[in-house]
């Protein structure tokens, strides 16, 4: 302990940290106003009378009213204070649990840049980045801090890497080093400017493939080593900037272009500030009480053992992540599927017998029902939802049953949910949920292209005589 506390609180430049508070906010700031010119709060948040939540969030709800739309400005001008150092840590902790909230509040529009923004937003509410070059210091006329202690710095720069990492990792599964699914993607992507001849090669799916796992694996090494720190960043920039332009993920390669920055040395920084240099020798931290060092290395090694280990919770459950999505979230599971899925809901009343095919358009939006039924656990809990909604309405007790035909990454397309259970009375657990059918059908060398209105006819699945009559209606 005495060691980890030696080497945790050892002084560290401040210049690093400060340039990533300014560069978090603004980032942050862009991200908010976008949404909010795009009209995301009102799409996602306001407009659905039904929101997806993740297992044990289900309690959070929209504000009523105009109240999501204040929630964002409320972000925007946190994100703003985070920048300027304004009531920095009043910021960083509204825009830590706003954003959480927003996060939390629909499971369909899970990405993984945004959960990444929940965390490193958490963790600059404990850095006092707001000591130098801060409204802060300057309103309250204290003097700049040179120096914190090294954690603030390697918790940063670890919480970066983990994607990378992480991501790469993820990537050594059959079907990635077979080049699925970003060959078919890459496949439909002719027409982008620049890079739009090299897609249609037949090395181009293999160099994609392989390079990404590559990077993945070796750039944070790479931008640990100071010999190859500079060709590493000009390489991770040139990968964030290819996928700006081949795929539609928002503000995470720019957000990762300036975030990998942090990897420098502190000098770095100062000189591009015009700064002297600081003998980081020279410099000591305030003293601290006994229990206070080890508690905050107690606090670290907790947050950075479930950083190092809830991903590979997918491991606890049978089968591949990818089809049963049992593990998927918050693992940094990065474009390693493409589910095509055919769908549809069977009502059943019972008392009057009576059969029928449930709209599901009345319910979802355009982004629920493209992500619902790639994930069992959201179809359940969508399936939960309808029967409450008869049950309150109409005061009926529906037995509710599921077609869910899916394909994954271009195999041939099978049941991904057991069509004979009435999910109306299953529970939502978070154990694995044995009305999964296992995948079954292998990759397949070239991909399933069937248009989906013809699957039911040319595949020969063991679909339940009623759900057959409906269809033949």
């Known amino acids: 302990m005495n060691r980890l506390c030696s080497w945790a609180f050892r ?20 991200h908010i106003w976008s949404m909010k010119r795009d009209h995301w709060v009102q799409y996602f948040y306001i407009d659905p009378e039904f929101h997806f939540s993740y297992p044990g969030w289900s309690w959070i709800h929209p504000w009523p009213g105009d109240g999501m739309h204040l929630h ?18 009043l910021s960083t902790l509204t825009f830590f649990l706003g954003y959480s909230f927003v996060f939390l ?35 309250w006329r204290r003097p700049a801090t040179q120096v914190l202690p090294q954690w603030t710095l390697w918790l940063l720069k670890l919480q970066i890497a983990i994607p990378y990492f992480y991501g790469g990792l993820a990537k050594l599964n059959y079907d990635w080093l077979f080049t699925q699914p970003i060959g078919m993607w890459i496949g439909r992507r002719a027409e982008v400017p620049v890079l739009g001849p090299l897609m249609s090669t037949d090395w181009a799916p293999w160099f994609f493939a392989y390079g990404g796992l590559l990077f993945d694996l070796l750039i944070v090494p790479a931008l640990l080593w100071r010999r190859t720190r500079l060709a590493a960043y000009l390489v991770s ?23 990998t920055l942090i990897f420098f040395p502190p000098e770095y920084f100062r000189k ?8 980081i020798n020279a410099q000591t931290l305030s003293p601290r009480s006994r229990w206070t060092q080890p508690l905050t290395v107690c606090l670290l090694l907790l947050y950075v053992s479930w950083q190092l280990i809830f991903p590979f919770r997918h491991l606890l459950y049978p089968g591949n992540v990818s089809w049963n999505e049992e593990g998927h979230h918050f693992a940094w599971h990065m474009m390693l599927r493409e589910k095509d899925v055919g769908i549809r809901f069977y009502a059943y009343d019972p008392v009057s017998r009576q059969r029928g095919l449930i709209k599901v358009e009345e319910f979802l939006n355009s982004r629920q029902l493209s992500r619902m039924g790639k994930d069992p656990d959201m179809v359940l809990e969508f399936i939960h939802h309808v029967r409450d909604h008869y049950r309150e309405r109409r005061n009926t007790e529906l037995e509710i049953y599921v077609l869910n035909i899916a394909s994954l990454n271009g195999r041939k397309p099978q049941l991904l949910m057991d069509p004979r259970v009435n999910y109306a009375a299953i529970d939502r657990v978070w154990t694995h949920q044995p009305w999964v059918i296992p995948l079954e059908e292998p ?23 009623e759900m057959q009559l409906v269809r033949a209606r």
């Not at 002084?11 to 862009?30: E, H, N, S």
């Not at 591009?272 to 003998?279: E, I, K, Q």
Request: charged share 15%.
């Open 272 to 279: 591009l500030a015009h700064l002297p240099r600081l003998n």
């Open 105 to 139: 509040l629909e499971k369909s529009l899970y990405q993984n840049h945004c959960y990444l923004i929940c965390l490193i937003s958490g963790i600059m509410f404990c850095i006092p980045a707001h000591r130098a070059c801060s409204l802060d210091q300057l309103i």
């Open 443 to 465: 990759l397949r060398k070239e991909s399933w292209n069937v248009p989906l209105d013809r699957w039911e006819s040319v595949l020969n699945l063991d679909i339940p005589p």
């Open 72 to 89: 964002f400005t409320v972000l925007l001008v946190a994100a703003l204070g985070i920048s300027l150092g304004l009531f920095y840590r």
């Open 11 to 30: 002084p560290v430049d401040i210049a690093p940290l400060v340039f990533f508070r300014i560069f978090f906010g603004v980032m942050m700031a862009y």
């Open 237 to 259: 920039v040139g990968f964030h900037l290819t996928n700006h332009i081949l795929w539609d993920i928002g503000i995470f390669p720019w957000f990762m272009i300036g975030a």
